[in-house]
């Protein structure tokens, strides 16, 4: 299979039939280039908010609500993209209004007319203050007919325990929106170490460019990137493949779930079979050296 990581711009839409068509577009664009999974990024719905107008997108709260109502017809498009195209897509996170309260939510559609979702564990500081978004679980594994998929929105993917517990998972897809350079560095980090210890394909999205209507995502640095374990039948960086940062469009590489499996029964390393080895109290002696 393929799989598409997009670094997304976010636009300044006129109307629904902008988002739409550029939806389309670059749904059209991976699925021309033969991609059978295509990851957008956290927090590329945030685009959604423009829709309001200007003032909405001073009220970060007011633009949450509104992003938040308009989530079922995104899903409905997204529905409809991934039928007609014959792809499995993981749709850009959003905030959406759970119980009253924000929460950061990415959907996985796929061509078959399903789909779930999958909420940010862990917020960052300013996700909790100002913003008020909150972390919600469970954690789950998609079972799809690409595989099992596992989602760490961004942050999530800087806390092994988390991919861990979804380490039955062939893919692991890590949507990011990072405002600097060091922000992108720890995600990728995390997500190429998360490969390492799951003996897993991780997928990573970002954001890219400047966005001044909405001062959550005014600023956004990455790239699309694809890691493996750096085992058999991968490359020994483990990167499968990277963009060029803050260039936008979709970066893609071709994974056999084969692979996989082989890196976990036959590599060289046994990362995800020796896990269990650190479970239990952990003694550690302290020295005084002075």
Not at 52 to 57: E, I, P, T
Not at 63 to 77: E, F, K, Y
Not at 231 to 247: I, Y
Not at 270 to 276: G, L
């Amino acid at each position: 299979m393929k799989l598409a990581a997009a670094a997304y711009p976010l636009d300044e839409l006129a109307d629904w039939a902008a988002y739409e068509a550029k939806l389309t577009a670059w749904v059209a664009d991976a699925a021309g280039q033969g991609a059978d999974l295509l990851v957008f990024p956290e927090y590329g719905a945030m685009e959604l908010a423009s829709l309001g107008g200007a003032d909405l997108c001073a009220d970060l709260q007011a633009a949450s609500r509104h992003i938040s109502d308009l989530m079922p017809r995104v899903g409905a498009l997204h529905l409809a993209l991934a039928a007609r195209y014959g792809v499995h897509i993981l749709g850009a996170s959003a905030p959406v209004i759970d119980a009253g309260r924000i929460v950061n939510r990415a959907c996985l559609y796929t061509p078959s007319g399903q789909s779930g979702h999958q909420d940010k564990v862990i917020m960052t500081l300013w996700e909790r203050d100002p913003w008020g978004v909150i972390g919600q679980g469970p954690l789950k594994i998609f079972e799809t007919a690409l595989g099992r998929i596992a989602i760490n929105i961004c942050y999530d993917s800087e806390f092994p325990l988390l991919a861990r517990a979804q380490s039955a998972a062939d893919l692991l897809l890590v949507p990011s929106c990072t405002e600097a350079l060091e922000g992108y560095w720890r995600v990728r980090i995390g997500t190429m170490a998360r490969a390492l210890e799951g003996q897993c394909v991780a997928v990573m999205a970002s954001v890219v460019g400047e966005y001044p209507l909405l001062e959550a995502v005014d600023t956004s640095t990455g790239t699309g990137g694809i890691f493996g374990p750096p085992d058999k039948g991968f490359p020994p960086t483990g990167v499968l493949a990277e963009g060029q940062m803050n260039q936008p469009g979709w970066t893609i590489a071709e994974v056999a779930l084969a692979d996989i499996t082989r890196a976990r029964t036959a590599g060289n390393v046994r990362n995800r079979a020796h896990w269990a080895e650190q479970t239990g109290e952990i003694e550690v002696e302290h020295h005084v050296l002075a």
